[in-house]
């Protein structure tokens, strides 16, 4: 079992910056792959980050180049570093956790709202 608390969201104008942070606990999850989804509404969830146990990343076109993932496996706590924001990234984003066989753990989201 994973548990995964997501903090950091709020209101914020277009070209600004955000750090959104998801604090893990459970097993193994120095292990795990981890990342943010996010989900505006009327959309389905989309994919924004990922990150690896060893520190690999991956990142949806929409988030290269503005967004940086990374996680400190001592605190168990993955981050988005979110840069020149823009209205279309207003969505709720979500934390995951991979876990072993399939699906993910989920966070309880933290809303982001980019005004113009």
């Known amino acids: 079992q994973v548990q995964l608390v997501e903090s950091g969201g709020g209101l914020v104008q277009a070209g600004g910056s955000l750090r959104l942070s998801c604090a893990a606990s459970?097993?193994?999850?120095?292990?795990?792959?981890m990342g943010w989804y996010r989900q505006a509404p009327g959309k389905q969830r989309e994919l924004v980050a990922t990150i690896t146990s060893d520190g690999s990343t991956n990142y949806a076109d929409s988030a290269k180049g503005r967004f940086t993932i990374s996680r400190d496996n001592a605190k168990n706590t993955v981050y988005l570093q979110m840069n020149s924001l823009k209205p279309e990234d207003t969505a709720v984003y979500y934390c995951y956790a991979q876990r072993w066989v399939n699906g993910y753990y989920w966070g309880q989201g933290t809303q982001v709202t980019v005004s113009s």
């Open positions: 459970g097993t193994m999850v120095s292990s795990r792959v």
